[in-house]
């Protein structure tokens, strides 16, 4: 069994912080996923990463997965109230999917 | 709306009973996954189904659960003589290729709870 292991599983911010969550296996993915989810809703799709050392920008949030496939981080910069919620992780091989617990982070105004 | 719709949102059972929770992929999507989620917790894959056919199973209790496809109509998870163990929000996502797991779109998800 493949487990992502998420941390830290709470956080909580000031405005205008930059903070890094991790998601760390022993397992190597063939593609790794991060989603964010907000009370009530169903989890976000953000971004996908396939190729070991890549590293993604999506305005403010830049994920990077590890060189050996087994290990992903989330870096946001200057962390909005809007950012608030679940960030969770996933991977997969072929034939199956699996998430961390999740890190949940509260930006505070 | 093109995204993918869960029904009911809510849904109070007593325990004993039966609780059904549909999902309507997005269109053009013919792959449903289905996830339970325990407060605090993470996604717990369930079961994976193409039209008509059970792809995955394995994460699905081998009692009380299942789950369909038909060719017409949504995907149903029916979970029968229900327990309080059972409270949890269940999500369905759907994809457009086979396997396609790294490609998934959420619906809202049910929230069940039992009495």
């Known amino acids: 069994t493949q487990l992502l292991e998420q941390s830290p599983q709470f956080l909580s911010i000031q405005e205008g912080e930059n903070l890094t969550v991790y998601c760390n296996s022993s397992?190597?993915?063939?593609?790794l996923q991060w989603y964010r989810q907000e009370p009530g809703e169903g989890p976000v799709l953000l971004v996908t990463?396939?190729?070991?050392?890549e590293v993604k920008k999506l305005k403010r949030l830049t994920f990077q997965f590890g060189d050996a496939r087994k290990d992903s981080s989330l870096h946001i910069t200057a962390a909005q109230p809007g950012d608030t919620g679940l960030y969770l992780c996933?991977?997969?091989?072929?034939?199956?999917?699996?998430f961390g617990a999740g890190t949940r982070l509260t930006v505070k105004p | 709306n093109a995204g993918v719709m869960q029904n009911p949102r809510h849904l109070v059972r007593r325990r004993g009973q039966e609780a059904r929770l549909r999902c309507s992929p997005m269109?053009?999507?013919?792959?449903v996954y289905w996830y339970r989620q325990l407060p605090e917790e993470g996604l717990k894959f369930m079961v994976y189904?193409?039209?008509?056919?059970?792809?995955?199973e394995s994460g699905m209790p081998k009692e009380r659960f299942s789950a369909e496809f038909p060719k017409e109509g949504p995907s149903i998870l029916r979970i029968q003589q229900v327990v309080r163990g059972d409270s949890a929000a269940y999500f369905c996502a759907s994809s457009p290729a086979l396997r396609g797991w790294d490609e998934q779109y959420f619906g809202p998800g049910t929230r069940l709870t039992v009495t």
């Open positions: 189904l193409q039209k008509e056919n059970i792809i995955d």
């Open positions: 269109k053009g999507h013919s792959h």
């Open positions: 996933a991977g997969g091989g072929r034939n199956d999917m699996r």
């Open positions: 990463v396939v190729t070991g050392g």
């Open positions: 397992s190597v993915f063939s593609s």
